[in-house]
T-cell receptor
């Protein structure tokens, strides 16, 4: 059974204080690892897809990296508008019909 | 380009009742997935529809059923509601049967079962 574990569950940072969120996974052949952002009362919003170990992707203050067992979401000099829940999900190599397996998320609060 | 829209936004039902949730997919998308998100949890995959056929299903009982229409909009039906069915129900659209799982989510329907 595919599993995704995210840590920490919650993180409070000061504006400008960089940090990293962790996503550990076990999957029967990884097709892709996904990061989403979810604001209160909204559906998740796509951020990144990573396909193979060593891959990195960046978007503004966010950078996602992937190894064979985990992924990190690095947040550099965050701003209050980066406050959200960040979700990690995996898709097994069987294809899209099994859907994504999500972790519980990391609730990130950036204080001004 | 319109995004994914879901209706209603909130719903209150009692145990044993039936409910239908609706979703309009993003323009140009032919695949719709449904997810259940309990409070404090990540979304859980219910099922996926591609060109009006169920294309995959998660670990949910048969009382969770769905439909996809020719315009790719979709319905999620839940029979014999239980208290544990209280959750945010998310619809997501994509292309290519989800092989490219860049999902576009709606804002969800918050279902409360009393």
């Amino acid at each position: 059974e595919d599993q995704v574990t995210q840590s920490p569950e919650a993180l409070r940072l000061q504006e400008g204080e960089s940090s990293s969120l962790n996503c550990s996974y076990t999957v029967s052949g990884l097709r892709g690892l996904f990061w989403y952002r979810q604001d209160p009362g909204k559906g998740p919003e796509f951020l990144f897809t990573l396909y193979s170990a060593g891959e990195e992707k960046e978007k503004e203050r966010l950078k996602a990296t992937l190894t064979k067992k985990e992924s990190f979401l690095h947040i550099t000099a965050p701003k209050p508008e980066d406050s959200a829940t960040y979700l990690c999900a995996v898709q097994a190599s069987g294809g899209g019909a099994d859907g994504l397996t999500f972790g519980k998320g990391t609730h990130l609060i950036i204080q001004p | 380009e319109t995004g994914v829209t879901q209706s209603p936004t909130h719903l209150i039902k009692t145990r044993g009742q039936q409910v239908t949730l609706r979703c309009s997919s993003q323009s140009g998308h032919n695949t719709v997935s449904w997810y259940q998100q309990a409070l404090g949890q990540g979304p859980q995959f219910i099922f996926q529809y591609y060109r009006e056929e169920e294309n995959g299903r998660g670990n949910f009982p048969p009382r969770f059923s769905g439909l996809q229409f020719p315009n790719y909009s979709s319905e999620l039906n839940v029979n014999a509601l239980e208290l544990d069915d209280s959750a945010l129900y998310l619809c997501a659209s994509s292309q290519n049967r989800g092989l490219d799982e860049k999902l576009f989510f709606g804002s969800g329907t918050q279902l409360s079962v009393l």
